[in-house]
């Protein structure tokens, strides 16, 4: 038999309680555990299912409003169930936000023609998370968990050739929030204003569009997502200013080609870079003004493009019936001296007599040979702009020779180097300038002109504000 001293220092029973312990120990943890990271969890999922539940709402709402706009209803309501967020129509923390401004630039006479509009908005807020209607679309801002998106696409369609651009204005002011569901009204008097085309307010607001440029700018808190939503139309980009929270939407004119009357401004769209050939037709014919015949001390043709410069200059100084040409190109974002300078072989013949001269100058004349020669400034590379596709040099990647004899190269295969540089970024235009007697009679000269155009070109402009009013019912 067991002493009873052996019995009370006995360890047999313990281990089951320890174990029980143990056990019950993990099981608390693990329940603990679950908790701290699963109700964050399920508290973020039933925001996310409230917050998908406004964005179909808040489509649905798009939708209704359409109909209003286009003169299908003249009221529509749609329900939105807040949760505990709020429900504001142009709250007043956002009442400079939602701004659309479109500028209608002709470059030619240097005019602007403006149009600003206020967005409004409706918006859904909880937490930091907003879904809003603004524009014609719909979008939701994750707040710090992510950026903005477009939910459905604004009242804006491109399709290379017309924009159609129908500006809605969210009008009044209420709010409302809590947890119960609440009614959005939109009513309109289906009167849209036309804003272009428009003759009877300019002579200049009409289609097919004469001006140069179309620039938008859509201020919003969504100006990003609207940036976005910019890029993936045809032929379209965008950029954004972050500072004054902008999308900037850029399109540009389709200048004429064909055969026209020669004026002192021709303008030249942008072309195709990736077509090593684009301009197919650039040339003038020109006409004698009165007795004085075709004699020009420096007839320039002159285009600049931010940092860029091109110069074609006809001068008559080696003979009675010939035109010499001499090309000149310079960027002064490289540096003050790079400047690339070439010399005629050839001539451009003059045919007839005094008032009845006339010459025709093919710019991408494939058989007119120029000569290299250089200014050789100090510290200038003056064959700078020959190399790889850049801002500042453009294919054929070559290296011009500047010793004795100089390279030759066909006065095409220079205008077609030049152009692609000068176009890379926007239009051009040429200003023609024969000095204070210029020998031409500009009214029964032309010039022929096509080239391989790239996207970003308007021809039809079809701008409209349309007043929306919107309300929240309790």
């Known amino acids: 038999m067991k002493s009873l001293t052996n019995l009370y220092t006995s360890q047999n029973a313990v281990s089951s309680v320890v174990g029980s312990l143990l056990i019950f120990s993990i099981t608390i943890i693990c329940i603990t555990l679950m908790f701290i990271y699963s109700v964050p969890m399920i508290a973020e999922m039933q925001d996310n299912a409230e917050a998908q539940k406004a964005e179909q709402a808040f489509t649905i709402l798009d939708s209704r409003i359409s109909k209003v706009a286009l003169g299908e209803s003249p009221l529509q309501t749609t329900s939105i169930s807040l949760e505990g967020g709020a429900i504001n129509v142009n709250a007043q923390d956002e009442a ?24 409004g908005t409706i918006e859904y807020v909880k937490g930091d998370r907003k879904i809003a209607y603004e524009g014609g679309g719909v979008w939701s ?114 200048p004429p080609m064909g055969t026209f009357s020669l004026t002192n401004k021709i303008k030249m769209g942008q072309v195709n870079e990736s ?80 008032a009845d001269e006339y010459s025709s100058v093919d710019l991408v004349n494939e058989s007119f040979t120029m000569k290299y020669t250089p200014p050789l400034q100090d510290g200038a590379d003056t064959d700078f702009s020959w190399g790889p596709s850049g801002t500042t040099s453009e294919l054929p990647d070559v290296v011009i020779n500047k010793t004795a004899g100089y390279d030759q190269y066909s006065l095409n295969d220079i205008t077609q180097h030049y152009i ?55």
Request: some cysteine; hydrophobic content about 35%.
């Open 420 to 474: 692609r540089l000068m176009t890379n970024e926007e239009p051009i235009v040429f200003n023609l300038d024969g000095g204070s007697q210029d020998p031409i009679d500009y009214s029964t000269s032309k010039i022929s002109l096509n080239y391989d155009s790239i996207g970003n070109i308007i021809t039809y402009l079809h701008i409209t504000q349309n007043e929306l009013n919107a309300y929240v019912v309790n």
């Open 275 to 354: 077509n090593l050939q684009p301009v197919y037709n650039f040339t003038f014919d020109f006409e004698a003004a009165e007795a004085q015949g075709l004699n020009p001390k420096k007839y320039e043709m002159k285009a600049i493009s931010d940092s860029k410069t091109l110069v074609y200059c006809l001068q008559k100084k080696g003979g009675a019936d010939q035109l010499e040409l001499s090309v000149t190109y310079m960027d002064t974002s490289v540096g003050p001296d790079y400047i690339e300078h070439w010399e005629g072989i050839d001539i451009f013949q003059i045919g007839g007599a005094q």
């Open 96 to 119: 400079d936000k939602g701004k659309m401004t479109i500028q209608i630039i002709n470059q030619t006479d240097n005019t602007t023609e403006e149009f600003n509009c206020s967005l």
């Open 141 to 254: 801002n994750y707040g710090s968990k992510g950026g903005t998106v477009m939910l459905s696409p604004p009242e804006f369609h491109y399709n290379g050739v017309t924009l159609t651009l129908p500006i809605m204005t969210i009008n009044g002011r209420s709010s409302s929030s809590g947890k119960g569901d609440f009614d959005i009204a939109v009513t309109s008097d289906n009167e849209p204003q036309i804003l272009y085309p428009n003759v009877s307010a300019s002579a200049l607001r009409k289609n097919p569009v004469i001006h140069d440029k179309v620039i938008v700018y859509v201020e919003s808190q969504y100006y990003d997502a609207w940036a976005n939503y910019a890029e993936t139309l045809v032929f379209t980009s965008a950029t954004r200013d972050d500072a004054n929270e902008t999308a900037i939407i850029e399109f540009h004119t389709l």
